[in-house]
């Protein structure tokens, strides 16, 4: 088998594709033969993952057979979910050279379900990995919600359920936990087979046949019927790209439906992100003004709004009456998707929309309570970081404070002397004068250094206190998204606060977490086809709402004014819905899009 394994490779060289592709599909079935045996071995696995991704690429590539490409897609992830089970029970992440396996995938197997005319089977390969990093963290959250309302250990309350039920399937559940362990690893897999199980037999049997034995499949159908929204899955393609559509249980609709967006490419896509990132680039450097970058963003906002908007709501008009949930997979994440414009209005000023990570983080945020009004606040700002200086961070926090009653945290305030042991100044919002809520590589502190201020850790430990027991959460900082290591982007609030240290705590479920800071709501990487950043981490951690932005937020009296009308609205509607009026409000009024454009919601 390892012989013609290296044939096929070394067909590469050749033009003949179509042989290589024949050889690779040929090797693929063996490895996933192998696989289902029983204890297959980790070789055997990572064959199979390494075999069917090529496979995938060949076929995907040469468009010659989209149903061998979506299956393709499948043994992609029935292989990672094997490696990733193996890792699990051992306490370990799945290695970096099995996460880049992954890079490309989830797209490219949306798009091919798409034109094979099979979308579940995309949407289950892009449900294994979109979350694979988070997955055991969201499945322990889920539990917790769905076994009682998040106040006590999970795990415990997991054994307790178990002990209670005596019907078979908890019975075999139990048993099946103790082959592997009373050990967190163990119960939230097993629990979560047994509900997907019990969900799937208890379906209509119309719908039973348009969903495949999967707990990857059965996820975007229970959130869509959870939350009440209908999930769209944007899939770039090389030529053009895809939506496929899951509509919640008694819609009157196909359970699965898809939609050609011709002109959603990859290129597209990649086009357009590098756009935005290349004038921000330049606004740093100070060789663009505010006017040049205004009309680049409104440019993409118009591309964009062309691209998919037009199409999507041409073809589906009655999502303009509908919940939404837009799935973006790949880079199409960095796209600002929540407000380019319907009809001249920002999307989110006129649809209820929201955009998620993954079906199965839409269904964890949905399963906990919106925050009630009048909800516990924590609200913080820190001004100052290395050298940038954003000094209206500071009246945003204590007007958003007064909003919502409290006092706010404040680190170095602008009106006393900085940290810096200087006076921060005070900026005007002239033209290439604004300051973003961002720093230049080479001005922050060195990485993983923390500030020597004798009491940051005690800060630090306070900061962390007051954001489990919040209810609804403002930060305005500055902020450092890692492009090489995602988990070690930070929040500068105090110090530097990393996103691998805020997942060892829990927030208050249901959570709302507004980020006043520059891409924090945004994804990077080496594995975009996984949306792993702030949002996905803080809906695993018990948020249900996340409002962040894509690119810089710009340091002015009107990004202020946005933040403030949010969380005004907050008090009397969804996050969502607050931050679309705020959204339309400012559009309304003319404010420049580089104010609004970036911020996005995620989550229910």
Known sequence: MNDRFNAAMAKQSTPELNAVADDIWDLQKKFLSEQARDAPSAAVSWALLCTARLSLLLNFSTGQDWTRASASGGAVAAACS??????TQQGAPLPREVLSQLTGVASMSAYAAHRGAVPVVGIMVAESITSVTLSDRMMTRELTATLDDGGTDALQRIHSELDRKPDTSYRDARRELRQVGRSELGAPQIMQQKFERDWLASADPAEQQSLVNSPFAVASVRAATSSGRTLVYIAPGLEGGAALR???PGSGREMHETLELPDLNAVTVRTEVLRIRKAYAEVQRGSIGQ???KSAVNAVLDRVSAAFWTPLLSSWPDLRDSRTA???????????????PVDGTPACGSLDVTVVPSGRALLLAASWPQPAAGADAFVAADPWFGQGEIPRTVPEAREIAGIHGVGPLVFRDPSTTGASGRRLRDRTSA?????????????????GVRESDDDLGQAATEIVRRLSEASV?????HGDLRSDEPLASSLLLGGRMMLSDLLERDLRPGATVVLSACELGSITGELPDEQLGFPAALLAMGARSVIGALWPVPDEDATVSLMAETHRALTASSATLALGKAIRRAHADGVSATVWASFT???A
């Open 601 to 603: 919601h995620v989550g």
């Open 473 to 477: 959460i403002h930060l305005a900082c």
């Open 246 to 248: 899951v509509n919640p």
């Open 82 to 87: 094997v490696i990733d089970a193996r890792f």
């Open 431 to 447: 033209d290439d004068e604004v300051p973003l809520r961002t720093l230049p590589t080479d001005s922050l502190p060195e990485r």
């Open 291 to 293: 006017k040049a970058l």
């Open 326 to 340: 837009l799935v973006p997979l790949g880079e199409s994440a960095l796209l600002p998707l929540y407000t380019s």
